[in-house]
């Protein structure tokens, strides 16, 4: 079974700009989740998608922003870029909601905002 | 609110030597723990998870941890490091009511000397 992908792996935006990055999860994974990791803050919670709806969601500006389609494959898109968005952004699926349920985690997108 | 903490940031072991790397977390319930491992321009890989049962935990790799909830703990051990074991290691805690939502400590990093 493949695993999670995320496209595209590396990205290069400057300030200003707006990026939208794409998540498959595994097959038959309904929930698919966003992180963003850097070096400063660690990894965070931007928020979860099940069956097309937003269920659960961090604390970031409203310029985050996400969406599920209906075959469970989650873009998350960020407008306005700013120089601190610079980071890896990790995208994971699991079957459904319950908080027991192993999450799998992609490769990541690199984004680097100039 | 959980918070996980984990107070190293960084150990160096040599290899064939035990490790226990800490892990403390702060959640009103019974929390659901997790420990995920992070190699260099790779996504994340779960050792192992807990959420009821039996608090010591075995995972993959070789890796196991202890649930202690007298210490708020989930502290991770393996007896004999190999030096693929070096990468930097993240516990996690989720909650029964916010989905998949994890929050994560800072990481430790695990340096494996010859």
């Known amino acids: 079974k493949a695993?999670?992908?995320?496209t595209p792996r590396y990205l290069i935006k400057t300030r200003g700009q707006?990026?939208?990055?794409?998540?498959?999860?595994?097959?038959g994974h309904r929930s698919v989740s966003w992180?963003?990791?850097?070096?400063?803050?660690?990894?965070?919670?931007?928020?979860?998608?099940?069956?097309?709806t937003q269920r659960n969601k961090g604390n970031f500006p409203g310029r985050f922003s996400g969406r599920q389609f209906s075959n469970s494959r989650s873009e998350m898109n960020?407008?306005?870029l700013e120089l601190g968005d610079s980071a890896l952004?990790?995208?994971?699926?699991?079957?459904?909601?319950?908080?027991?349920?192993?999450?799998y985690f992609g490769p990541g997108t690199r984004l680097l905002v100039l | 609110a959980q918070s996980v903490t984990q107070p190293d940031?960084?150990?160096?072991?040599?290899?064939?030597?035990s490790l226990e790397l800490r892990c403390n977390y702060s959640y009103g319930a019974t929390p659901y723990l997790f420990w995920y491992v992070q190699?260099?321009?790779?996504?994340?890989?779960l050792l192992l998870k807990y959420f009821s049962g039996d608090t010591l935990v075995q995972g993959i790799k070789g890796f196991e941890a202890e649930f202690k909830r007298s210490q708020s703990s989930f502290n991770l051990r393996k007896p004999s490091v190999h030096w693929s074991d070096a990468a930097e290691y993240f516990c996690a805690v989720g909650a029964y009511n916010q989905g998949g939502k994890l929050i994560f400590g800072q990481g430790t990093e695990l340096s494996v000397k010859p």
Do not use: D, R
């Not at chain 1, 707006?18 to 097959?27: A, E, K, R, Y």
């Not at chain 2, 940031?9 to 030597?17: D, L, Y």
């Not at chain 2, 190699?39 to 890989?45: A, D, E, F």
């Open chain 1, 3 to 6: 695993g999670v992908t995320q």
């Open chain 1, 18 to 27: 707006q990026v939208t990055l794409s998540c498959s999860p595994i097959s």
């Open chain 1, 35 to 52: 992180y963003q990791q850097t070096p400063g803050q660690g990894l965070q919670f931007l928020f979860e998608y099940f069956s097309e």
């Open chain 1, 78 to 80: 960020v407008s306005t």
């Open chain 1, 89 to 103: 952004y990790l995208c994971a699926s699991s079957l459904g909601l319950q908080p027991q349920e192993t999450q």
């Open chain 2, 9 to 17: 940031i960084h150990i160096t072991v040599s290899e064939g030597a």
């Open chain 2, 39 to 45: 190699s260099p321009g790779q996504g994340l890989q």
